[in-house]
């Protein structure tokens, strides 16, 4: 892990918030939580944000794109990594207030010049976008994830890397991860397997087809 100071003082604001915010969850009760649940910082987590730093900075991807900024804790690990690879991320989110969150989070770090936030509707977003990525990570809505795939999918370099988070965890919506899962690994393009790492990741590679 980097020992870039300015990134670690935000990686500790980062770990307050939700070590606090763990607290207000568990004292509530099951459902208003999961009514409350887009309130709060629910990250990838440290072990899923460090093993994805570290696949980009060994395939050296240039072009990343986030689908899901939320506030903005995985946009942080991926743009460390962009910067030692002289590249960009593109983060798409909805909420207006996240990103704003997200963008002083990643000034905070020095890293604001390496991420393109935009706002609005991920598939509006991808459907828009003139760029090929060399690593996709999909964290929105479970019910977004084979939209945002086909939409994604056309747009991929040879090699790219794409990462699919929560494939075990929540339990609730496992009928669209399962559908996610099956579409990308039967194109016969991918090398797809599931870590269990975090919440559960898919990870695949693309390989076009000769």
């Known amino acids: 892990m980097t020992k870039d100071s300015k990134f670690l003082q ?111 509707d991920a598939l509006a977003l991808m459907k828009e976008a003139k760029e090929t990525f060399d690593f996709v990570l999909v964290d929105v809505w479970k019910e977004l994830y084979l939209p945002c795939f086909e939409l994604f999918y056309p747009k991929l370099k040879n090699k790219a890397w794409v990462v699919a988070d929560n494939m075990i965890f929540p339990t609730q919506s496992i009928e669209e991860t399962k559908r996610y899962q099956n579409r990308i690994r039967n194109t016969g393009v991918f090398s797809s397997v599931l870590l269990p790492i975090g919440s559960g990741m898919e990870l695949s590679q693309y390989e076009q087809i000769k």
């Open 10 to 120: 935000v990686l500790a604001a980062y770990d307050e918030r939700m070590q606090s915010e763990d607290e207000i969850m568990k004292s509530l009760p099951v459902v208003e939580g999961m009514k409350r649940r887009d309130e709060f910082l629910l990250s990838v987590g440290e072990d899923a944000a460090v093993f994805m730093n570290t696949l980009l900075k060994s395939a050296k991807s240039k072009t990343i794109l986030e689908i899901g900024t939320s506030y903005g804790y995985s946009t942080l690990w991926l743009a460390e990594a962009a910067r030692e690879n002289d590249g960009i991320v593109i983060t798409l989110e909805a909420d207006e207030t996240k990103v704003t969150y997200a963008k002083h989070r990643l000034y905070e770090a020095g890293l604001s010049k390496y991420v393109d936030f935009r706002v609005g």
